[in-house]
């Protein structure tokens, strides 16, 4: 019989294990980090929190668990019947010598085109260095003008202006309408931030929406518009939808907020702390103005107890020592030409009428007066320049608010709602509004 005939060379023979294990590491190396799409089907839920199920189409049926770690981290509940996108890893469940996918991530399928090519975009512009730290400008301490881009009828504009009245925030805010979802948007945006970026005196930009899902927030994540935000000279915040919803536009700003809101608290958080070092600066100037005061008198006091003690007796003594070896030496040097003695007596001379105490006091108080009023001019001069400069500070902390702005002949224009109406168009709509001047408040109402 054949069977009879073949012996099996040993060293080739493997065992079950040994094959399944093979076949598993083959699987694992050539089929890692795959993209699956299909229709779930048979799925079961373990109160370990894994999930079981198949992933199907028209032709075949693939085996798939999605462990609890990352079924936590999905954004919707696994169902029969829904169509997704699968990235996981093909192994191999040794005791059934069965093949099968461990997913990692499960999008549906609605979003599924769109979540990749978002991955696509980031890896891409990433690569680029588009979002590396070192492009990132630092937000201005002290913006004066900010450009908001965004719905003027969206809840994000007014979780905004309502945070920053809270926390009286004095700079000009100019909403820039835009649509921020559907069609024609992501042309709108980027034309409004064209225009800000080609406008005069704007500090910041910052543009923002609520929150949403992928398609909702696609118009953020539009690589044209990244690409026009990591490349713009003005300071970007970007503060779309909630905590959870990332897009390419928060990676291209030079800062992002998780919501709106958040916004519009960096933002003032700004002139809380520029108004910090205002009164840090003043409190250290005065007491440096005080220090520097201490010290000086505390010298002139020492300096003048010095003089005191140096009595003109004393000072005689000293003068005669002097003499007595002046003397000495004109008797040694007697055998010296006489023309050089007679240089040498003459100088001599001078310096003992210059050691009179006389003329050692007055000199010494012309001293103390030319110091006393050095110092007086130089404690002048630097009060004069702190104070300059505080004053430059709180004149520009006075000019950027909403007061100011209003007493330069402008007015505040609101609807009943105190929602800011900043165009003819958003006027024709409301049949009342309130115009804002630096002296009070009227009502004007449109015409029956």
Known sequence: MLDS?????PEQVLKVTALTRLIKGQLEENFSRVWVKGEVSNLRKQSSGHLYFSLKDAGSQLPCALFARDAARQSFELQDGIEVFLLGDVSVFEPHGRYQLIAKIVIQSGEGRLQLKYERLK???AAEGLFDADHKKPLPALPRKIAVITSPTGAAIQDFLRILRRRNFVGEVVIFPAKVQGNGAAKEVGAMFKHVVASDGFDL???TRGGGSIEDLWVFNEEALA?????????????????????????????RAETPSG?????????IEARSRCEDAESDFHAWVQGYLK??????????ARMRLIAPDRRVQYIDMQLDEMESRLSSNLGRRLSTEQQTISILGQRIAQQH?????????QHLKDSSRRLEHANDLTASRKKEKLQSLHHR???????ATLQRGYALIQNIDNAIIDRASLAKKELQLKARFHDGEITLKKDS
């Open 5 to 9: 005939l073949i012996t099996p060379p």
């Open 123 to 125: 890896r891409k512009l």
């Open 205 to 207: 930009i910052v543009i």
């Open 227 to 255: 690409r026009e935000v990591a490349a713009c000279s003005l300071p970007v915040i970007s503060a779309i939808g909630h905590e959870i919803d990332t897009v390419l536009t928060d990676y291209a700003a030079d800062k």
């Open 263 to 271: 916004a519009a608290e960096l933002i003032s958080s700004l002139y």
């Open 295 to 304: 010290d000086q008198r505390s010298q002139l006091r020492d300096l003048s």
């Open 357 to 365: 105490p006389k003329s050692r006091i007055g000199i010494a108080f």
């Open 397 to 403: 902390l006075e000019n950027g608010s909403l007061q």
